[in-house]
Each structure stands twice: as C-alpha cells, then as structure tokens.
C-alpha cells in the first residue's frame, strides 16, 4: 500500500523516464548506469534539483528500472516482489515518503532484446532547510 499522502506527475521527470527507457532500448540493456551516470547525477544534469545529501555520480535514491514485461500489472508486480523496488516505490521508509513527484517511462523497441523498456522515476526537490541535514548511513537527521 502507497505510504506517501500525495504524488504528482513531474514534467521534468516524465520526460527523463521516457528518455532512459528509450536509451535502454537502443542499448538492449536494462541498467541504472547506462550513459555512465547514476540516476540522481542524470536527473541534476537535466536541471532537477535534488537534495544535496543525495548521493553523486553514481547514486541512486530516485530511479526503478525493468524490462521484459508487456504490461504495467506485470512490471507493477515484478518491482513490488524486489524489496528495494517496493519500498522506495511505495514509500515505505521515511527518507522515500518525502519524495512526492513521479515520472513513469516505457519504450517499447521488437528488434531489442528486452522488447518492453520501463523507468519509474519519483523523487523530491532540495528545500532551503536541506543544506542543514546531516546523513548517516543509517538515515537524516533534520536540524
């Protein structure tokens, strides 16, 4: 069951999911570091202003990738049965229930060995009071 009291569609983010699985796609792969970049460095390139405890070029606390599945219920349920998917999909810890914008991508490509490419991505923008929160491998802790 979805923890968070709200989510929104994210333009920046939508156009971001599309393009990730049309990347995959082209590649045939599916994986959060296609173009060398993790997924938090990839969404600041394109000007979404993550928190800066975020981690950096390779991170990610914002991106779910799948492919192989033709239908939404089926990726639904394959991220549902990964408890790293889950969790931040559904926003079962307090660091994912903050994260309140979505953008969902799917790229379909026959030719490509996945045929069915699909990126979710739902995240939050950096706030004034960000620059004071300390992180620990164990979660934030807010001023």
Request: contains cysteine; proline residues 5%; aromatic residues 12%.
């Amino acid at each position: 069951m979805q923890q968070r009291i709200q989510l929104s569609c994210h333009p920046l983010l939508a156009q971001a999911a599309a393009d990730k699985a049309k990347v995959m796609a082209q590649k045939g792969i599916v994986n959060h570091y296609v173009g060398g970049l993790g997924a938090n460095q990839r969404l600041r390139m394109l000007g979404y202003q993550l928190p800066p405890f975020y981690s950096g070029a390779i991170g990610n606390q914002v991106e779910a990738v799948a492919g192989g599945f033709s239908t939404a219920e089926e990726v639904w349920a394959a991220f549902k049965s990964s408890t790293a998917h889950r969790s931040h999909l559904l926003g079962e810890l307090p660091f994912y229930q903050q994260q309140l914008h979505i953008g969902v991508g799917f790229h379909y490509q026959w030719s490509s060995p996945h045929v069915e490419y699909w990126t979710v991505y739902i995240a939050r923008e950096a706030v004034a009071e960000d620059a004071h929160v300390t992180c620990y491998d164990i979660g934030c802790i807010p001023p």
